[in-house]
């Protein structure tokens, strides 16, 4: 048998949609886990909506999540003469004709199809009759005869044994009136060429693989092995699409989702290995297989998400962490400098308290990576002449201390608790805004010792001037 070859091949006419996404990852780990191939196929045969801006951005996207593709992509619209040779081949044994059917004529068995509620099939009118007849004025298109009698089964590898009726399957163009091919002539030659051995696909595209085949069986060429994975639906059951929010990989890379995390929430979309959830790389690789995938179609959930994020940033290795987190800032916040970089790499065990995301990891560390402390109105306000006093006295306090601990740290907090009679919140509140510019987030003393004393000494005496 021939070695494993997947491919995935979107159309670059908008951005990587996180349906297409599953299915790269699905392909991919399928001919890794056979050590087979896996290729990028650029359908862009669409000149009208066809955009390199969305090619590269595919490409990011593929290598964003960690997925590789082997060689260079393959482009369609360079292969468009080999299409076409297929089709005069297909003409000329005999399994296509040539259709001089008028766009009116079209339109009226559309018409009447849509009258008596029935699907539009066209009626092959073309099919048997002499060229000769042909009128002089229109440009046919060509059509494939597509089997009358009996019936064909799919041996789909997901679904089982799918069976259909040849008669639902009309004659469909593979050449288009001004000699262009359609999808399913061009992808089935590419596909041949490309020696493909498994076309791992959404179910959406049942009917194409029927269609498919029997452009196979025509031209005498092996037919791949097929599977069609269930659609992603919403969290209300609707099926996804592209103008849903959070559809595309980039709605996921802005709010500072973990690569690895949405890669392993992806295979678990659909995809099962006992009760296992989480999956290393090598773990995915070496586990999946076709079997694992459900029939049914999975929802987009994105507290599941956030919560798969949460779990990588809590037991990632921090050294990890905070690459994914200065490549995060540098393309969607800030670039962090080299200084900042080493105190948020030093205080990430509390950073990373409740983060669900990078952002959240990124808004926990400003206080870290501004040097001016910016200041809400409101929390300003709690800095009175009581509050001034206690950060006063904490200031010189700390002047004596070589290095600042918690246990050099605490002492000085409740002896001000103490003498200024009031407790924790009325010591740490006023401090934590007048070196963070807010009254929320991390504790008091993660903050003082993150920010280092002589840091903490130039923001106190701003707010005391």
Known sequence: MSKVATRFAPSPTGALHIGGVRTALFNWLYSKSQNGTFHLRIED?????????????????????????????????????????????????????KCYCSEEEINEQKKRAKQKKMPYIYNRKWRDIDEKNAPKNINPVIRFK???????????????????????????????????????????????QMGMTHIIRGDDHKINTFKQMQ????????????????????????????????????????????????????????????????????????????????????????????????????????????????????????????????????????????????????????????????????DLKLIDDKSKKIISEFQNKIKSLEILTRDNLEPIVNNLIKNHETNFKGVGQPLRVALTGSKFGPGLYDIVMSLGKSDVEKRLGKVLK
């Open 215 to 378: 452009i196979y069986l025509a031209m005498s060429w092996d037919l791949p092995q097929f599977a069609h994975i269930p659609l992603i639906h919403t969290i209300d059951g609707k099926k996804l699409s592209k103008r849903d929010s959070a559809s595309t990989l980039d709605d996921y890379s802005k709010i500072g989702i973990i690569p690895d995390a949405l890669r392993n929430y992806l295979l678990r979309l659909g995809w099962s290995y006992q009760d296992k959830e989480i999956f290393t790389l090598n773990e995915s690789i070496k586990l999946f297989n076709l079997e694992g995938v459900g029939k049914s179609p999975s929802k987009l959930d994105m507290s599941r998400i956030l919560s798969m994020n949460e779990h990588y940033i809590k037991t990632i290795d921090e050294n990890d962490l905070y690459i994914n987190l200065e490549k995060y800032c540098e393309i969607f916040k800030e670039k962090i400098i080299p200084e900042k970089g080493e105190k948020i790499k030093l205080s990430l065990s509390f950073l990373k308290n409740k983060a669900k995301t990078l952002e959240d990891i990124f808004n926990n560390s400003k206080y870290i990576i501004t040097d001016e402390v910016e200041f809400n109105e409101d």
């Open 146 to 192: 597509s089997k009358i009698d009996g019936n064909t089964i799919l041996k789909d590898l997901v679904q089982g044994d799918v069976e259909i009726e040849n008669n639902t399957i009309e004659d469909f163009i593979i050449l288009r009136n001004d000699g262009t091919p359609t999808y399913n002539l061009s992808a089935t030659v590419d596909d041949h």
């Open 45 to 97: 045969t669409d000149k009208e909506r066809s955009k390199d801006e969305y090619k590269i951005q595919i490409i990011k996207s593929l290598k964003w999540i960690g997925i590789e593709y082997d060689g260079e992509e393959y482009i369609q619209s360079t292969k468009i003469d080999d299409h076409i040779k297929v089709a005069n081949e297909l003409l000329k044994n005999g399994h296509a004709y």
